[in-house]
């Protein structure tokens, strides 16, 4: 399938962990209300067997396999495959996930992107509220991220590295890239950031709603080279 064929060549790049999404169509919208976009999210969506053959795959290669959780549903039944959760941009301040993500003391990595301050610094103090561990930079990151895809230079925010490790208590910083590019993850590691997430796909000109944001196979593997030089 093109999931598998994409996580070998993910693996062949050297990169630490490989992220998916687990979602349903029907668990997102309604096939009634909108079809359309029903069917769009239907198209993207892979099973549980899927998501277990690619995290047994990712094992193998000792490569580490995460997923962003949508729904509380799928969490039981992949949560034995997790090292810890990721938390994209939309679900900063899903509370009801949150509580049950937190609840299991795995560390916890958060996207900020469409968030304001006030909301970021509430999700922070939940999670410390929920769980102690969260008071431990080791068990939270928070990533700046835009989302606009793709993001332009001047969008790309990367003072918010600088930013939240000033302003926010044991907590590590990185940074989810929606560029294209390689630069502003490079740049983003110069700067402090530990944690660099990005899209990745074969090929641009391929269809889908993030290809022109994601980075190929040979861009990943000359950020990692650059990475490792700074």
Not at 16 to 23: C, E, H, S, T
Not at 35 to 53: P, Y
Not at 164 to 184: A, L, R
Request: aromatic letters at 12%; glycine letters at 6%; a positive charge.
């Amino acid at each position: 399938s093109y999931a598998k064929k994409l996580t070998k060549l993910a693996i062949s790049t050297g990169v630490d962990v490989i992220k998916f999404q687990i979602y349903s169509g029907s668990g997102l919208v309604s096939r009634v209300e909108s079809k359309k976009r029903f069917e769009h999210f239907k198209k993207f969506e892979l099973s549980k067997n899927q998501h277990i053959q690619i995290a047994k795959m990712c094992r193998k290669a000792k490569v580490t396999y995460l997923a962003s959780v949508w729904e509380e549903d799928s969490l039981n039944w992949i949560d034995k495959y997790l090292k810890f959760y990721k938390i994209g941009s939309g679900d900063l301040t899903a509370y009801p996930i949150l509580t049950k993500l937190a609840k299991r003391s795995k560390p916890i990595i958060l996207s900020t992107g469409l968030s304001t301050l006030k909301e970021i610094k509430k999700t922070i103090e939940f999670l410390r509220q929920q769980n102690k561990k969260y008071k431990n930079g080791n068990y939270l990151s928070l990533l700046q991220c835009t989302s606009s895809y793709p993001t332009k230079p001047k969008q790309w925010g990367l003072n918010n590295i600088t930013y939240f490790k000033k302003k926010f208590n044991n907590i590590t910083v990185g940074y989810s890239d929606h560029s294209g590019e390689i630069f502003s993850s490079l740049a983003a590691v110069s700067m402090g950031a530990k944690v660099i997430e990005f899209h990745c796909v074969f090929d641009k000109s391929m269809f889908g709603p993030d290809s022109t944001s994601s980075l190929t196979i040979p861009q990943i593997k000359d950020l990692i080279k650059g990475g490792n030089m700074i």
